[in-house]
């Protein structure tokens, strides 16, 4: 995750959703098989992007380090979209590969953008055949995105145990960890 704008995305044709009225972080599948998204939906529409674990702990974490560091503003500017309201409401699916947050001081809005396209060495040695890139951005208050921050910390813990020796995921058919070479044997006990 950057703090600024994906660079392969400037040849794309972005999609603003506006300032969403939700924003939500979610997980489907079982621990180690998980996918997770996060789905904004507002007046323009509503997008599902799905990311990998480690893109939305690192998202969830900036932000709250962001409303640690930072103070709210007492009196912020009126938040306008970046680009003009798509003509129907938008409906988006899909991959992300590319992601940054940005935070707007006069307005204390957070801002989302999600690409599917790939860096350009990646991108050149794929098939013609690939789906158009997609590029979506969504902004949201500083309050849901502590609500955002902390229910994408809650999905990302609520996964497999992590080893307390090496820090790695426990299945619950067992876990060889390298910190004891693979031979560990007291019972791994987790607070």
């Known amino acids: 995750m950057s703090t600024g704008r994906p660079e392969s995305v400037a040849s794309v044709e972005k999609i603003d959703l506006g300032l969403v009225d939700t924003v939500v972080a979610e997980s489907q599948g079982r621990p180690g098989e998980r996918t997770f998204k996060v789905t904004a939906a507002g007046r323009r529409g509503r997008a599902i992007v799905w990311l990998e674990k480690e893109q939305l702990f690192q998202v969830a974490l900036a932000i709250r380090q962001f409303v640690a560091a930072t103070e709210r503003?007492?009196?912020?500017?009126?938040?306008?979209?970046?680009?003009?309201?798509?003509?129907?409401?938008?409906?988006?699916?899909?991959?992300?590969?590319?992601?940054?947050?940005?935070?707007?001081r006069s307005t204390d809005v957070f801002t989302v953008e999600a690409a599917s396209v790939e860096s350009e060495a990646t991108a050149e040695s794929e098939?013609?055949?690939?789906?158009?890139?997609?590029?979506?951005?969504?902004?949201?208050?500083?309050?849901s995105g502590v609500k955002l921050s902390e229910q994408a910390l809650e999905v990302c813990a609520a996964g497999r145990p992590r080893c307390p020796l090496c820090g790695g995921p426990v299945d619950p058919g067992g876990h060889v960890c390298p910190k004891s070479n693979g031979h560990h044997k007291g019972e791994i006990k987790f607070a």
């Open 73 to 104: 503003p007492g009196d912020p500017d009126r938040y306008t979209p970046e680009y003009q309201a798509p003509a129907s409401g938008i409906e988006l699916e899909f991959k992300a590969v590319e992601m940054s947050l940005r935070h707007d």
């Open 127 to 143: 098939s013609d055949d690939e789906e158009e890139p997609i590029a979506v951005q969504f902004s949201f208050s500083r309050p």
